[in-house]
């Protein structure tokens, strides 16, 4: 059983900047693509970035040059930096992990708002 539990959410003001952390128990972390998704009110869940085990990445278009996603193998942690922050990016941001199966964390608020 994978269990991923977020992290670094909260009320920002426009402009600003969060890191986001993804804390995983699971025996082969690193053999795990980790990814970050967000879904709003009234919205449907949306990718925001990936991560493989290989180290190599991709990012939603919207968020292209204002995030950075990254892992650290050693902790199981995979990492979201959130710079630039905007009112629509407002949301609950999800951690996932992907192997065979896939699994959800239970996800973190972020808020921003002036």
């Known amino acids: 059983q994978v269990q991923l539990v977020e992290s670094g959410g909260g009320l920002v003001q426009p402009g600003g900047s969060l890191r986001l952390s993804c804390a995983a128990s699971?025996?082969?972390?690193?053999?795990?693509?980790m990814g970050w998704y967000r879904q709003a009110p009234g919205k449907q869940r949306e990718l925001v970035a990936t991560?493989?085990?290989?180290?190599?990445?991709n990012y939603a278009d919207s968020m292209k040059g204002r995030v950075t996603i990254s892992r650290d193998n050693a902790k199981k942690t995979v990492y979201l930096q959130m710079n630039n922050l905007q009112p629509e990016d407002t949301a609950v941001y999800y951690c996932?992990?992907?192997?065979?199966?896939?699994?959800w964390g239970q996800g973190t608020q972020v808020t921003v708002s002036s």
């Open positions: 699971v025996r082969l972390f690193s053999a795990y693509t």
């Open positions: 991560i493989t085990s290989g180290g190599s990445t």
């Open positions: 996932n992990a992907f192997s065979l199966y896939m699994y």
